[in-house]
């Protein structure tokens, strides 16, 4: 890990510090995977280098770790008590650096920063005399960085918390946020509860009219929706603020600012309130893989080099992305990016962080051209970036450590082993990894293929194949399937016929039938199948119509994709109606099972000809007919547990806009044969295209 300070350096380099430190768990990891055991060395290896760093955090830092990642607290600018204001900054290259705003009336060289050594800068700037501050609130400020070659750069503070934009410029600008009378949240984070159902979203996508809505909005008219439905986890993406709109919150531009876009900081500490009081827990989708090129209004050239926050050279740019890329040897690094997780913890409340582009982090390749096939050479090898791999153990360890309630959700599709373990195994740390190779498979299956040629081995094979003791978060689809230049599962199923036939009163559809009965039993089978946490992209749970595409020039800036049309649920007439209200009650029927918390399924039927699925978990007994054409009655299925039992969720309720095929009063009743490995059997009726789940009766 480099560091400007001599002292920090020194203790870095130590030949002892470099000594191996085993993990204190391997051996339960290794139970696991024995097959990890040939990589015992290099697993050990970079659990040292993760107690290495934290070891010299903790030496190094006054405060320790604990202050280290709290450093928003005098990095930045704020107003003390007695009005003086305060300002530290970390610009290595700068020669000179000013502070400058409306309360100066941009006098750009009256406030001059002191240098306090190793890149460090301090200016403080004394109250009024009756006591007020010089810099009222919400009055715009700017840094101005003097680089080697003596030009005055404008830039924004690295740690700004605020930052506006104004309607005809591109460009951000950082304003001094200190109300007189902060937010005061009146709920508690809920506890941490043993398995997700999220809901993904956006905030500004979040209402049926072409704009742009607001915190205040989606906490009113969206948040009991969600709860409604049976949800207990929003993951809110797009909120650190980034300059492009259309970049869905991914060219990060200032890390510690929530967007101006919808509303104020406080407005955001409201709707995490709101959530909490609801039971929701909020997780963050947190961008630390990448941050924006831009320089005026973001972190790139901030002291006028290429360097900095980030590798100098090509190893700092994603040539897929056009974006920066950290240097997590720096030490100032990891103070901005582990204080700016426990920012958004302290300040909004969050209760955990859903990390974007883990896969792009793990990798010096990021990820570009590997096809990932499993092969143990590829997670221990050159390609694995451990300064990276060491970031995301601190940070892991870090936020549990200080918050027990956290939850950590790493978006990474390579399968390294042990990323979901705990780091005392010598795993990363992270509570769920995201299932991505699910959502790839079903749409991959609706484009090139029917469903009278799906293979349900394959189907089980990919929902099943997950890596054992690491938690998964599955989904049929997100935000990616719904973007502009693909189709979410309802539009390739039904295409459109969405336009036309979606209507009660219309006639009869085949596309609309097969469209509504399939993107049921998808959801279902891969909620109950797929995982231990289950997401779904807002509007999906109801087959959201359309695409989602930002404004942008290509679409003459227009607004009419970059919205969800909620209002199709409330018309009355519209089977939109119908699938929303099969997501509320898959959900609540996991509420009340609790499958998603249960061992992994036991599989006991995966029949080709028949196209029928069954397998077992928390005591249900989830039966899939696949075949498009093809009814049986006295089907004969496996049941592990003797007894009655009836049916009690059917895709083909009259609720879900089914054909009501099935009489829900029959009980059934298992004989003591074995069958499909199962110790018991029992003959059902499964219509085609129909999904049924039995529970035994109490």
């Keep these: 890990m480099a560091s400007t300070d001599p002292e920090v350096a020194e203790t870095a380099a130590d030949p002892e510090a470099a000594e191996t430190v085993k993990a204190p768990e391997l051996q339960r990891l290794l139970e696991i995977d024995p097959y990890l055991k040939d990589y015992e060395k290099e697993i050990n290896r970079r659990y040292s280098e993760f107690c290495s760093c934290l070891e010299s955090i903790e030496a190094n830092e006054p405060g ?21 204001v305060v300002c530290r900054e970390w610009c290595p290259a700068a020669k000179e650096l000013y502070l400058w705003g409306e309360f100066n009336d941009w006098n750009r060289h009256q406030f001059k920063f002191t240098s306090s050594g190793f890149g460090k800068w301090e200016l403080t700037i004394p109250p009024h005399p009756e006591g007020t501050s010089r810099i009222p609130h919400n009055t715009l400020v700017k840094l101005s960085v003097v680089d080697k070659n003596g030009s005055h750069l404008d830039r924004l503070s690295p740690w700004a918390r605020y930052v506006t934009r104004h309607e005809s410029s591109v460009i951000f600008d950082q304003r001094l946020w200190n109300p007189p009378m902060p937010y005061q949240f009146k709920n508690q984070h809920p506890p941490k509860p043993d398995r997700l159902r999220i809901y993904e979203c956006h905030v500004g996508i979040s209402s049926p009219e072409g704009k742009i809505a607001t915190y205040k909005y989606f906490a009113k008219n969206v948040l009991p929706n969600i709860a409604a439905l049976g949800y207990n986890s929003i993951q809110l993406m ?60 973001g972190l790139n050239q901030f002291d006028g080099t290429n360097g900095c926050f980030f590798h100098d050279g090509v190893r700092g740019e994603h040539k897929l992305w056009g974006s920066r890329l950290f240097d997590y040897t720096q030490w100032e690094v990891l103070r901005f990016l582990l204080s700016n997780l426990r920012w958004w913890i302290e300040e909004y409340h969050f209760d955990g962080f859903r990390f974007d582009g883990a896969s792009s982090m793990l990798y010096h390749s990021h990820g570009i051209g590997e096809e990932f096939s499993g092969r143990y050479e590829d997670y221990f090898g050159l390609n694995v970036d451990t300064e990276s791999l060491t970031y995301l153990m601190l940070a892991n360890y870090m936020l549990h450590h200080f918050y027990p309630f956290v939850i950590t959700v790493a978006e990474e599709v390579s399968g390294m082993p042990a990323l979901g373990r705990p780091i005392e195994e010598g795993g990363t740390g992270f509570d769920y990894r995201l299932a991505m190779a699910v959502p790839d498979k079903w749409i991959k299956l609706l484009k090139e293929s029917t469903d009278d040629d799906w293979n349900m081995g394959d189907i089980v094979w990919t929902l099943t194949n997950r890596r054992y003791g690491e938690r998964h ?14 189709k979410t599962i309802a539009f390739w199923l039904m295409d459109k016929e969405m336009y036309t036939h979606m209507s009660v009163y219309s006639e009869q559809s085949f596309v609309i039938d097969r469209g509504l009965a399939l993107h049921k ?25 359309e695409w989602l595409d930002f404004p942008r020039v290509g679409n003459n800036e227009s607004y009419h994709y970059a919205r969800r049309q909620y209002n199709l649920l409330s018309d009355g007439v519209l089977k939109y109606q119908y699938l929303n209200n099969f997501d509320r009650d898959m959900n609540h029927l996991e509420i009340k099972y609790a499958w998603l918390a249960a061992d992994q399924a036991y599989v006991s039927r995966k029949h080709e000809g028949d196209k029928v699925i069954v397998f077992e978990r928390a005591g249900l007994v989830f039966v899939f007919n696949f075949h498009p054409t093809k009814s049986f009655t006295d089907y004969k299925i496996g049941v592990e547990t003797a007894g009655e039992y009836a049916i009690v969720l059917d895709t083909d309720d009259g609720e879900y806009f089914g054909h009501k095929l099935i009489d829900h009063k029959t009980r059934f009743f298992t004989c003591g044969e074995p069958w499909d490995n199962r110790n018991n059997h029992m003959y059902i009726y499964i219509p085609s295209r129909v999904a049924l789940v039995y529970a035994k009766v109490s």
């Design 473 to 486: 978060i599955v989904y049929a689809e997100s935000h990616d399937q719904a973007l502009v230049g693909d």
């Design 521 to 545: 039993m998808i959801r279902l089978i891969t909620h109950a199948l797929g995982g231990e946490g289950y997401l779904n992209f807002m509007g999906n749970e109801f087959g959201h119509p």
């Design 238 to 297: 797009a909120i650190m603020e980034h300059a492009y709109y259309a970049s869905f919150g991914y060219q990060v531009t200032s890390f510690f600012a929530a967007s101006s876009r919808y509303g104020t900081p406080d407005e955001l500490k409201e709707l995490v309130d709101v959530a909490h009081g609801l039971g929701i827990v909020v997780l963050l989708d947190v961008v630390h893989s990448h941050a924006s090129k831009n320089n005026v209004d």
């Design 64 to 84: 320790g770790l604990d202050k280290f990642t709290k450093s928003y607290e005098t990095f930045g600018l704020h107003v003390l008590s007695d009005g003086t």
